[in-house]
């Protein structure tokens, strides 16, 4: 039995659908609910099961780079993905223009399916974002309305749960202004900031399979079948120890981050298929910066260049980004909502607004 249950593990590591279907968009949550603490991670073997497998995939992957045969590798990448590197910044353009307008024919949201408006003037807004990404004078005005769609959600929805795509619109929008920059050692930047941008919102969007893993189970009661026939306790820590890791891999050596690149690619388009085209829509961007984080043929590390090349350092580099997100996740929480968070009877909300109280009470904050 332990045997079938260690494949099924590694084989959910490798694959682990469900932990980039985004659970707000498909499941009942509520944000200001107390967080699970961290000491019950820390006392769950199933994801010290997951860090184990991952420091063996990252050791083995450098070791791989750092050979003779690393280079190799790299070429051929290089060679495979030459068309695609060569007109980068058009696919870019053209994708994050094709992601306004999908959800302007949506319509009702502001960036993301879980973040819903009644307002009909913001989906003209997010036209006009993507039309301005068609001409470099205008690119910097739609910088603007993606932070500025972000601070208007901030009306109906709690700070914390803005979070979630707090990094990715900010990427974004960086890319938009830098990508027209007539400062050349700026704009070379451009895509290292998308790529730290997918990197942070996938390591903090992870934490939530640890903090709350309950939100989960209506998505492995519906669709046993994503858990591989894994026990569900065992099956989302592992989850989230992969959504995390693969992020922490975006901001590593070249060889890393591109083969981080193409497992989170691969999972990505796997959870096309159980959970429909509100999935793919809610993640196209961050499936374009992963596409390009993959043909990225650039090799240098600007900074911190020792440490993320150090094969020794590489547990500790790990296990320094997981205590600053965690201890910034729990602990901005414990800001905003205290240590008690919602009371157990509390009203569940949903993907869908709620329009008896779209908008966050006096009642709704926590007392100072």
Not at 276 to 294: E, K, Q, S, T
Not at 345 to 356: F, G, M, V
Request: glycine residues 6%; proline residues 6%; aromatic residues 14%.
């Amino acid at each position: 039995m332990k045997s079938k249950y260690g494949a099924a593990a590694i084989a959910a590591f490798a694959l682990a659908t469900p932990a980039e279907a985004h659970v707000k968009w498909f499941a009942p949550y509520i944000v200001k609910a107390s967080p699970q603490p961290v000491s019950s991670t820390l006392a769950n073997p199933w994801f010290w099961t997951g860090i184990a497998l991952v420091m063996l995939f990252l050791i083995l992957t450098r070791f791989v780079e750092k050979s003779r045969f690393g280079a190799t590798v790299m070429t051929a990448m290089d060679r495979a993905t030459d068309p695609l590197w060569n007109r980068l910044d058009d696919f870019i353009r053209c994708v994050i223009a094709a992601f306004f307008v999908a959800i302007f024919a949506v319509g009702g949201i502001y960036l993301t399916p879980d973040l819903k408006t009644p307002a009909e003037w913001v989906s003209w807004v997010q036209l006009l974002i993507a039309v301005g990404i068609f001409s470099k004078r205008t690119m910097p005005l739609s910088a603007v309305g993606i932070i500025g769609l972000w601070l208007l959600a901030l009306r109906d929805y709690e700070l914390f749960h803005l979070f979630d795509y707090l990094a990715l619109g900010v990427g974004v929008a960086a890319y938009l202004v830098l990508a027209v920059s007539s400062n050349e050692q700026w704009r070379s930047h451009r895509f290292e900031v998308l790529r730290w941008a997918v990197a942070i919102a996938l390591m903090w969007s992870s934490l939530e399979k640890f903090a709350y893993p309950d939100w989960f189970y209506p998505l492995v009661q519906e669709r046993p079948f994503l858990t591989f026939g894994i026990p569900r306790d065992a099956f989302i820590p592992m989850a989230g120890v992969s959504e995390f890791t693969l992020g922490f891999g975006l901001l590593a050596t070249p060889l890393l981050r591109r083969l981080s690149a193409l497992g989170l690619l691969i999972i990505f388009i796997s959870a096309v298929y159980p959970f429909g085209r509100i999935d793919m829509i809610g993640h196209a961007l961050i499936m374009m910066i992963i596409i390009a984080i993959a043909v990225d043929h650039t090799r240098d590390l600007h900074f911190m260049t020792a440490i993320r090349q150090n094969i020794v350092l590489l547990p500790a580099s790990l296990a320094g980004f997981l205590a600053v997100f965690a201890i910034s996740y729990w602990g901005l929480h414990g800001a905003m909502y205290g240590n008690t968070g919602a009371a157990s009877n509390a009203p569940l909300s949903t993907h869908s607004q709620d329009p008896e109280n779209p908008h966050p009470t006096a009642e709704d904050k926590p007392v100072p």
